[in-house]
């Protein structure tokens, strides 16, 4: 499904990636490891498009996405990733149904279609009740739980997630993860999650460890 061939990454005299091969297929639900530094999240913002790798490939169903121009990258984005982040990344001002519906409006949808989508993932999560809600207004876990509806409003291949859990505490950490495995069950989307949570990393398909830019681990 995501193909990656001799991906290279340097931000001025700093060499981050040293020429990353990777195949992540369809369902996996994949952990990235490894210390501070290593760039892991230089590789998940490359997989996810946000950015781009200075020599190398990146393929999506066998499309080299590489060559793809801003505009196409961002359609390309919308249509077929969705990301959660560590600190959630919503949108302070508007509610948590509002938030959701972001990624299908700028998708092209109406407002009536973007509300009712936002709406039947809200449900899905068990946040009906806290769709009015502001991101104050709503509890740790909560905005996590947002933050993952957002990420599949779009009902998007690849879900890609950098420390999501690394805000939260024990109880809401482990309802995230495995909300994860229930998600990719019942959703079939595929899983990749940058972590330093171990715990998390040992129940994933796979775990790739990166030390200094290079894959020294995939198992």
Same mark, same amino acid.
């Not at 801003?70 to 359609?75: F, G, N, V, Y």
């Given at each position: 499904?995501?193909?990656?061939?001799?991906?290279?990454?340097?931000?001025?005299?700093?060499?981050?990636?040293?020429?990353?091969?990777?195949?992540?297929?369809?369902?996996?639900?994949?952990?990235?490891?490894?210390?501070?530094?290593?760039?892991?999240?230089?590789?998940?913002?490359?997989?996810?498009?946000?950015?781009?790798?200075?020599?190398?490939?990146?393929?999506?169903?066998?499309?080299?996405?590489?060559?793809?121009?801003?505009?196409?990258?961002?359609?390309?984005?919308?249509?077929?990733?969705?990301?959660?982040?560590?600190?959630?990344?919503?949108?302070?001002?508007?509610?948590?149904?509002?938030?959701?519906?972001?990624?299908?409006?700028?998708?092209?949808?109406?407002?009536?279609?973007?509300?009712? $989508?936002?709406?039947?993932? %809200?449900?899905?999560?068990?946040?009906?009740?806290?769709? &009015? +809600?502001?991101?104050? #207004? !709503?509890?740790?876990?909560?905005?996590?739980?947002?933050?993952?509806?957002?990420?599949?409003?779009? $009902?998007?291949?690849?879900? %890609?997630?950098?420390?999501?859990?690394?805000?939260?505490? &024990? +109880?809401?950490?482990? #309802? !995230?993860?495995?909300?994860?495995?229930?998600?990719?069950?019942?959703?079939?989307?595929?899983?990749?999650?940058?972590?330093?949570?171990?715990?998390?990393?040992?129940?994933?398909?796979?775990?790739?460890?990166?030390?200094?830019?290079?894959?020294?681990?995939?198992?």
């Amino acid at each position: 499904m995501i193909q990656l061939h001799d991906i290279r990454k340097s931000f001025g005299t700093l060499e981050v990636l040293k020429g990353i091969d990777l195949t992540i297929n369809p369902g996996e639900v994949v952990s990235i490891v490894g210390p501070s530094g290593a760039g892991k999240t230089t590789l998940l913002q490359i997989i996810g498009t946000l950015d781009r790798p200075d020599s190398g490939r990146v393929l999506f169903d066998g499309v080299d996405i590489s060559v793809y121009k801003e505009k196409q990258l961002s359609a390309f984005r919308n249509r077929h990733i969705g990301f959660v982040f560590q600190f959630h990344q919503l949108l302070p001002e508007f509610s948590a149904v509002e938030n959701v519906m972001m990624p299908a409006l700028i998708g092209g949808a109406s407002m009536n279609d973007a509300r009712q $989508r936002a709406m039947e993932m %809200l449900d899905y999560l068990h946040l009906t009740d806290r769709a &009015t +809600h502001k991101p104050s #207004e !709503l509890s740790g876990g909560e905005k996590q739980r947002v933050a993952v509806a957002r990420a599949l409003v779009n $009902r998007p291949q690849v879900i %890609l997630a950098d420390e999501p859990s690394g805000s939260l505490d &024990t +109880h809401n950490k482990e #309802e !995230l993860h495995q909300l994860f495995f229930d998600l990719r069950r019942e959703l079939g989307q595929t899983f990749i999650i940058v972590t330093h949570d171990e715990t998390l990393a040992a129940t994933t398909d796979r775990t790739i460890r990166l030390l200094d830019g290079m894959v020294v681990a995939d198992r």
